[in-house]
């Protein structure tokens, strides 16, 4: 039973008052000053021999790669997409957008290919130039994100960055279908007769400013309405960056936020499914690496080279894994005939499938992939609570040193200070780590019946869940291997 925070007594007024939403934003982003500041020009310490002595004593490498994305992994669950409501960057880019030229987005493929390009951007450099291992390299790659978030905003129109380049956003789209909280209307009739569309418009209001005796500027000012063009009535929790401006502003109070079990069915759009791939093979990259021999055994050739092995586990095999059952479902709907795209009157209950029939190769793929998704986030969560178990003990040092210097010669030098013990003790980290992922596997077997259902034939089906499979078992054999030590 779903419960609705936003007119409860304990968090309905906090929610209500946008105040309290922009002084978090602020102080989001002055911390990202910080951060930027602690980095800048700081990459190695004369005299050490380690390349990259400040991975986890600076402020900057240890919050942005360690404390916030991993901890963004583990909380999507609880809060969603909680954090694009809160970005600094988002905040920026959505004022911007208010005083900017106001330009449309362009058209898709051209709206999401920047996200994927920041992503492999972000992949590449995390394996080839270790970019999430040097404080100067994650400053330089966080500033120009930065930069990017004032131009965008500048020239299109609302939250264009979060729109058109985020990858964050995109990565939390594809967890947060397993997440308990989303905006919904709470009388489903009264919000699709309604007419005024006022959680959904934007208003534009003419400024004037006398700038001299002679020189005068106008500008039209927008402001409400969705920061991506969403429709509360139709739009899914995946989508929803619950920045509540359409809760706010409905005019029939007919919006809640909602905390509940109800959970997400929707197809992946057509981004997210391409990040899905590349997300796929992040996760298995990353896992693959606790077992060598494993790895080399799922890549061709005799002792391949990082490259090969990221292109081949990092994107064909789970491209391969990802569209087998749709392609072979695909063709069997093709060669029976059943490739109309409307449904026949002569059959009704035998074909719950007919609706189906007439989908792409790529459309049928956006919604046999989901179940994968919980596979994928029990991987990646177990990933994330390892890393943040390991290094967020660097945490209390950064009040004394945020550059991380005098804390890296301090550890590992003089011998002053100890090495940060872990949070949870190996035996109790590796139920929990296996955990994570059985409750991905599971959260993924509840969405096979919808996702499959009409989309696959029985060849498709058998497939599929032979893959499903087959992944849960490479993913829970690496984590066994990695935790419990491989006997």
């Not at 894994?321 to 029976?336: D, T």
Request: contains cysteine; charged residues 15%.
């Amino acid at each position: 039973m779903a419960v609705d925070i936003y007119h409860s007594r304990l968090l309905g007024r906090a929610l209500r008052n946008p105040l309290w939403q922009r002084i978090v934003q602020s102080v989001a982003l002055l911390c990202l000053f910080a951060l930027l500041w602690t980095a800048w020009g700081r990459v190695s310490l004369p005299g050490i021999a380690d390349p990259w002595p400040l991975i986890y004593t600076n402020a900057a490498t240890l919050v942005f790669w360690v404390l916030w994305f991993m901890g963004l992994v583990l909380t999507v669950p609880l809060v969603g997409r909680l954090w694009c409501g809160i970005c600094p960057l988002g905040f920026v880019s959505e004022r911007l957008g208010r005083l900017g030229l106001n330009l449309s987005w362009p058209k898709p493929p051209l709206s999401w290919l920047g996200t994927i390009a920041i992503f492999l951007a972000g992949l590449g450099g995390a394996l080839y130039w270790n970019v999430h291992k040097s404080p100067y390299a994650t400053a330089a790659f966080v500033g120009m994100a930065g930069v990017l978030a004032v131009v965008s905003g500048l020239v299109w129109r609302r939250a264009a960055f979060c729109k058109l380049f985020c990858p964050v956003g995109l990565v939390l789209s594809v967890y947060s279908r397993f997440s308990r909280i989303y905006v919904a209307p709470i009388d489903g009739e009264k919000c699709s007769g309604c007419e005024d569309r006022s959680c959904t418009a934007r208003k534009g209001v003419w400024k004037r400013w006398d700038l001299g005796p002679s020189l005068v500027l106008q500008k039209k000012i927008f402001s409400g309405g969705c920061p991506v063009a969403l429709t509360p009535r139709t739009m899914d929790r995946s989508e929803c960056q619950l920045c509540l401006e359409c809760v706010r502003n409905c005019s029939k109070s007919n919006l809640g936020v909602f905390y509940g079990a109800k959970t997400s069915n929707a197809p992946f759009s057509t981004p997210a499914g391409v990040l899905f791939i590349f997300l796929t093979g992040l996760v298995t990259l990353a896992l693959s690496r606790t077992w060598p021999a494993v790895r080399d055994a799922l890549t061709p050739g005799i002792h391949p080279s990082s490259l090969v092995v990221a292109l081949w586990l990092g994107a064909l095999v789970p491209a391969a894994i990802l569209f087998a059952g749709p392609l072979i479902s695909h063709l069997g709907f093709k060669s029976a005939g059943k490739d109309s795209k409307e449904p026949s009157a002569a059959t009704s209950p035998e074909s719950a499938g007919e609706a189906e029939k007439g989908l792409t190769l790529w459309e049928r793929f956006k919604i046999t992939a989901t179940p994968f998704a919980g596979i994928i986030f029990g991987g990646h969560s177990a990933l994330a609570l390892v890393k943040l178990n390991a290094k967020g003990p660097y945490a209390p040092y950064l009040v004394y040193d945020p550059t991380g210097a005098a804390t890296y010669m301090a550890i590992n030098v003089s011998k002053t200070l100890p090495l940060p013990q872990m949070f949870l003790p190996l035996p109790v980290l590796r139920w929990v780590a296996m955990g994570l992922l059985l409750l991905g596997v599971i959260a993924g077997l509840a969405e096979t019946k919808k996702a499959w259902g009409d989309s696959l034939g029985k060849a498709g089906k058998g497939i599929h869940y032979a893959a499903f499979l087959a992944v849960a078992v490479l993913y829970g054999a690496l984590i066994r291997h990695w935790l419990f030590g491989g006997g």
